[in-house]
């Protein structure tokens, strides 16, 4: 951290505030510039707040020199991640390329079994669903619960996909630990840190949605809480953000992808679906997003679309994933 002093300020503040600084375990290294007193701040800061410095009459400027997220930051760890998805599962990460595909809900076990066995057969490495839904309104279809979760228990044992799916509340902990591969977080729980810290507990990777009006940075210190115990691992997923444009459902940010492989050694995939609302962009976007340096992707895919209980405008049908698995392919080959 950089302190500017002000011109104004007398050597006895000056004395006072190197004082403070190291009474809170820091050393304050003057840098004598030409025309300012500046001080390089040595030692731990991440818990120092530049804003609450700028209220000493003696500061004129605080510049915060490492960024706010330590773990899933590139500076102290400069290698891509690789992580298993689940045991003797695919790979996602440092070349590993992995698509989640499924419906957004899990309807029954009919509809459950029959995506699952299409997206397999078109190479998907998991299978995504929701039991537990997020719903903006009370009296929308909230998902099937632990019962959702049995079916998709029975998806896996059926198919052999992994399973990834959403938690709401730390309620399920034990439920999710023991029968989920990895655990979502959705946008609207990105910064339910209680949570985070609860899953960081556990060593299931999470895949961690970018929340609606969220920064990059700000979902990098999300990492951060999740990673903090050492034993989980984490999926960056760029879900689309609000701004004023109402042609699509959300603006998928495909630039965060660059920023964040810039950034951070994480694993990033995106979600077309969600990010743009509508079916027919979903093919463009994910095209888009593999273009961008994607680790991956997360789609929703159902049978009946137009049956669908929820998101069924964005749900692409089993045939055209199909497709779109071998333009990914045909794309990835070409950017190699
Ligand atoms: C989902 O993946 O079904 C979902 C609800 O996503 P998000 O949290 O990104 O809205
Ligand atoms: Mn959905």
Known sequence: MIVVISDSATDAQVEQFVKNMEALGLSAKMIQGEAKRVFGL????????????????????VMKVSAPYKLSGRSFHPEDTRLQLYKDGPYIGDGDFAVFAGPCSVESEEQILSIAQDVKRSGAAMLRGGAFKPRTSPYAFQ????????????????????????????????????????IQVGARNMQNFSLLRELGRIGKPVLLKRGLSNTIDELLMAADYVLKDGKASVILCERGIRT???????????????????????????????????????????????AAGADGLIIEVHNQPALALCDGQQSITPALFDGLMGRIVKLREALQ
């Open 42 to 61: 040595v030692g731990d800061t991440a818990s120092l707040e530049a804003e609450s410095l700028m209220r000493n009459d003696a500061i004129e400027k």
């Open 244 to 290: 004023f444009e109402t042609a699509t459902r959300n603006t998928l940010d495909i630039s965060a992808v660059p920023v964040l492989k810039k950034r951070s050694h994480l694993p990033v995939i995106v979600d077309p679906s969600h990010g743009t609302g509508y079916w027919d962009l979903v093919y463009p976007m994910a095209l888009a997003a593999v």
């Open 143 to 182: 998902g099937l619960g632990l019962d959702g979760l049995e079916l998709l228990e029975i998806a896996r044992q059926k198919t052999g996909l992994g399973i990834v799916t959403e938690i709401m509340g730390p309620e399920y902990l034990s439920v999710f630990e023991k029968d989920v591969d990895v």
